[in-house]
């Protein structure tokens, strides 16, 4: 067999696995993610998922959720270099996504059960901005905006509105018996997945006529966009934005949110969704380092 490029995508919630051989897929899998407790964990568990694909692996390209700093990647990089004796690159998750897309120069936005944004400055060193969590941020995420359409919905409460489609599929999605439970329903189930789970809620309220969660999903687009303008405003390469995750693939009204705030800053400057598995782009790093360290 010709030299092997393995790529992995570890998302917060599952991870793909894919194995290439001139330019032809030999392995193909994704499991649930586990991420462990640090980073040397993160390696044991990358390397056994490894060897459970049952093909060679020539060269390494990882995109980690989590990864939030060169640090951190160079460290991931480290313990799998020592562990597999070949080359390795590693890159935050959201870092895959312009070469997934085959525009190294863009800037990729993930929108899932988290949210993130990544670029890279001129001379190719790495920018993040946002993926701080589903308790301090992530706006724009599933977590975020249920997050958020329950704040909405508590502040038209304390303001004597009367409840609309909003608070009414919320108060199902969350058995809450009035609006003020709420916060207490939600606190009582803390994550990014448990709230995440209720995202499909807010985009039901808005289509159905909801003023309130469509705001809360317009907002959620336009703070996605101010990912973005924060990594422009540091340097970063712009040749396009191109986004991806679980939301925002499935979710039209957020995805044209996220284009029309990036489009009042920056007209002309394409807001594409990506097509492909951002995995595709962890498998274009391991490749490159085949032409680097060919076997």
Not at 42 to 52: F, I, K, S
Request: hydrophobic share 50%; aromatic share 4%.
């Amino acid at each position: 067999m010709s030299a092997v490029a393995v790529g992995v995508d570890v998302g917060g919630t599952k991870t793909h696995w894919r194995a290439v051989s001139s330019h032809a897929v030999v392995a193909d899998r994704i499991v649930p993610s586990v991420l462990g407790a640090g980073i040397g964990d993160l390696a044991e568990w990358l390397v056994a998922g490894l060897r459970e694909l049952e093909v060679p692996c020539d060269a390494l390209g990882v995109g980690a959720h989590g990864c939030d700093s060169p640090a951190l990647c160079r460290r991931l990089r480290d313990e799998l270099v020592h562990r597999l004796g070949a080359p390795v690159r590693v890159v935050n998750d959201a870092h895959l996504l312009p070469y997934a897309a085959g525009e190294p120069s863009a800037i990729g936005v993930i929108a899932g059960t988290g949210s993130v944004a990544a670029g890279t400055l001129p001379g190719g060193e790495p920018l993040l901005a946002g993926g701080w969590g589903w308790a301090l941020g992530d706006e724009g995420s599933a977590a975020g905006l249920v997050r958020e359409a329950v704040r909405a919905v508590l502040r038209d409460h304390d303001a004597g509105l009367p409840a609309d489609e909003l608070a009414t599929e919320l108060l199902a999605a969350l058995h809450a018996d009035e609006v003020p439970a709420l916060s207490q329903a939600l606190a009582s189930a803390p994550g990014a997945e448990e709230w995440g789970r209720h995202a499909q809620v807010v985009f039901a309220a808005a289509e159905a006529g909801s003023r309130t969660a469509a705001r809360v999903v317009e907002e959620g687009g336009q703070a996605l966009a101010a990912l973005v303008e924060t990594l422009i405003s540091r340097g970063a390469r712009a040749g396009a934005v191109v986004a991806a995750g679980g939301v925002i693939t499935k979710q039209p009204r957020l995805f044209a949110a996220l284009a029309d705030a990036v489009a009042a800053r920056h007209p002309g400057l394409p807001v594409t969704l990506l097509t492909t598995a951002p995995v595709a782009g962890a498998v274009r790093l391991a490749q490159e380092l085949l032409t680097t360290y060919p076997r």
